[in-house]
């Protein structure tokens, strides 16, 4: 499975901005897809996560501005973040679970990474 993201850029805090993650196959096949950021001298840390179920899971610090989704059609999945702040900043990688089975907040990464994308909020 291979994972291209994009959609990364440089933006200024309260705007938005879409990444989008295609998958190599069937993303509908795929039982797990998440978006994880990982800033500057920090360790990644799980964005959300989305089942092929469309069950979503956000990490608190997103929750209620972000929104995963997949798009069968176009074997992608996206993440819309809205009112966007500087501790958003990082890279933001794709991520796919072949073979998860269990509950969307116990996830803990898949064997699949895509190559990341950068996002920099900034005044």
């Known amino acids: 499975v291979q994972l291209q993201a994009s959609g990364g850029g440089l933006v200024q805090p309260g705007d938005s901005l879409t990444l989008s993650c295609t998958t190599s196959?069937?993303?509908?096949?795929?039982?797990?897809t998440a978006w994880y950021r990982q800033a500057p001298g920090k360790q990644r840390e799980l964005v959300a996560v989305?089942?092929?179920?469309?069950?979503?899971y956000y990490a608190d610090s997103v929750k209620g501005r972000f929104t995963i989704s997949r798009d069968n059609a176009k074997n992608t999945m996206r993440l819309q973040m809205n009112s966007l702040k500087p501790e958003d900043t990082g890279v933001y990688y794709c991520?796919?679970?072949?073979?998860?089975?269990?509950?969307?907040?116990?996830?803990?990464?898949?064997?699949?990474w895509g190559q990341g994308t950068l996002v920099t909020v900034s005044a």
């Open positions: 196959v069937s993303i509908n096949q795929i039982p797990a």
């Open positions: 989305i089942s092929k179920y469309d069950s979503t």
């Open positions: 991520n796919a679970d072949y073979s998860y089975r269990g509950a969307l907040r116990d996830y803990g990464g898949g064997q699949y």
